[in-house]
């Protein structure tokens, strides 16, 4: 509730006041991340991640979705990279999106922590380089790939906390929720990882 009601898109940052940080954490980095459901593809931000598979060719789920929204010179371009090992990330243009750019990821078949680590991992530090700002996440490998969704959400949220401790440049981690039990799981994952009292 509370994190979807402060969600949306990249420019709103919540104001200060709404909460009371936990001491451990830096006090900035909790109000980095949010949560908005829906279709990752409408959201206006630096960074949309894909979970894509290793060809980079397209697929169903919000691989489908991103190459729909985006065109076809985004599979083009895709065509250029011949493809990405499980857990690696890459990025392109956005084209038709609203973000500027997509990072592809591959997320694991199945429950691998490793990978599905490296994939979070790897996408921020694309972002780092990159110096981009804003960025979304699906719930990558949840799908299709069947990561079950509970331990997903908390290699997401304890990477993304990892990487928001050392490094101060990202604004704004979105996580984009697809299904009603990935928001529910999240709600309460996130309060644990980024308490906001
Ligand atoms: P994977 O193969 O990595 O499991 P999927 O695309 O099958 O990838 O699923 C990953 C997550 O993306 C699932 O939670 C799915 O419900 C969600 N999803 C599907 N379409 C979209 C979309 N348009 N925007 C955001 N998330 C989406």
Do not use: W
Request: hydrophobic share 35%; glycine share 8%; proline share 6%.
């Amino acid at each position: 509730e509370e994190y979807a009601k402060k969600a949306t898109l990249a420019p709103q940052i919540p104001s200060k006041t709404d909460f009371q940080i936990d001491s451990s954490l830096n006090s900035s980095l909790c109000k980095k991340v949010s949560i908005f459901q829906g279709d990752i593809t409408t959201l206006e931000i630096d960074a949309i991640v894909n979970a894509a598979n290793t060809s980079l060719l397209g697929g169903g789920g919000v691989d489908g979705a991103i190459h729909r929204a985006a065109g076809p010179n985004l599979l083009a371009e895709c065509k250029t990279l011949n493809g990405c090992p499980t857990g690696d990330a890459v990025i392109t243009g956005g084209y038709k999106l609203p973000a500027k750019y997509v990072i592809h990821t591959v997320g694991p078949r199945g429950e691998k922590p490793g990978l599905l680590q490296q994939c979070y991992r790897n996408c921020l530090k694309i972002m780092a380089e990159r110096k981009l700002q804003t960025v979304a996440f699906p719930c990558i490998s949840t799908g299709i790939y069947d990561y079950p969704n509970e331990p997903a959400a908390h290699v997401a949220a304890s990477e993304v906390r990892k990487f928001l401790e050392k490094n101060s440049e990202v604004e704004r981690v979105v996580f984009c929720i697809f299904l009603d039990q990935d928001h529910v799981i999240y709600e309460g994952v996130l309060q644990s990882y980024f308490p906001l009292k």
